[in-house]
């Protein structure tokens, strides 16, 4: 815990926050709102308006000072160099909401009036195959440090970074549960790019101190996504639920096993892969490195951020 009086956190609750937004001169019309919520149908209008943009607000001033750091640095060696991404990560448990919160951010920052290309870019295309995983012994780690190639991770971070046009990297499918060998995602030419998951503030445990570089030093800006443990395990186990109706009923999806369970039964096996796995991993993992980040969300029950914490420096 960091206490409030000493914190380098400034803390806004959900209307103080609100009016930061100012006169951001985005705004929302009928058919902008119609696709953010294809994003995610349960998403609040209220919550884009009054959370979402004044943080692109935000986002954005500090895109334009970090462009003319870059300006500035190009007069003091006296010629141009390479124009490199804006990298925003963003962390968080498993569903907590970091894929809808990356989404509404590519959407409203490409809005932006210079209309940047903005990329996610999710780190468990960084997971080893479950090949791999089956020789280490860490199928059932799947998301601990343990389980990703870190390395791969920080080398395509750091070709993104030093301005390389295009950047490739392996893609994972929560269907087949697996990393899919022959696909890839392209980083093309992007401005901002967005790399979101579970393990993106994580530090190297002090045996794999090879390499001293985290994946954070090649970000710009941080946010971690928070919520109450009880409310993402419910979250979890209602995503599980719906996949049971949708995803899993193709014979071809991993967990296609539990397309005949009972809402009970489902809500059963939930509870205990996010307890022997999801749970472990953020109470070990997860949360120590939630006062990393730059900016905290804090979401209650129901979704709706309740408290950000902006970091002061
Ligand atoms: N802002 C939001 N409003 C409503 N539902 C949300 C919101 N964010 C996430 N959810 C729901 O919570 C669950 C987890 O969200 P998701 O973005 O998939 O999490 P993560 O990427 O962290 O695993 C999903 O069922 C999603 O629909
Ligand atoms: C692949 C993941 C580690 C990544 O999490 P995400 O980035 O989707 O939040 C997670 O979805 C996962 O598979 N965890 C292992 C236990 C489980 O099946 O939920």
Sequence with gaps: MVSEKFSP????????????RFNTPLTLTKAEIKE???INERLSVEEVKE????????????????????????QFFGQATR????????AGSVAVGKSTTSRILQSLLSRLPEHPKVQIVTTDGFLY?????????????????????????INFLSDLKSGRDKVSAPVYSHFTYDILPEE????????????EGINVLQTPSSNEMLS????????????????EEED?????????????????????SYFNRYASLSDFEAEQVAAEIWNNINKKNLDLNIYPTKYRANIIIKKGKDHLTEQINLRKV
């Design 129 to 153: 195959p479950n090949q791999v995983l089956k020789q280490k012994g860490l199928m059932e780690k799947k998301g601990f440090p343990e389980s990703y190639d870190i390395k791969k991770l």
């Design 36 to 38: 953010l919520q294809g």
């Design 232 to 252: 993402i395990q419910r979250w979890y186990i209602e995503r599980f639920k719906i996949l049971k109706e949708s995803a899993f009923k193709d014979p071809k």
């Design 184 to 195: 890839a995602v392209e980083v093309e030419e992007a401005d901002i790019v967005i790399i």
């Design 51 to 74: 959370i979402y943009l004044p943080l692109t607000r935000l986002l954005n001033l500090y895109i334009n000072a970090s462009q003319q750091l870059h300006s500035v640095t190009d």
């Design 83 to 90: 124009k490199v991404p804006y990298i925003i990560g963003i």
């Design 212 to 227: 001293k570089i985290y994946v954070s030093d090649f970000f710009d800006l941080s946010l971690f996504v928070d919520a």
């Design 9 to 20: 956190y400034i803390s806004f609750n959900r209307e103080e926050w609100s009016r930061l």
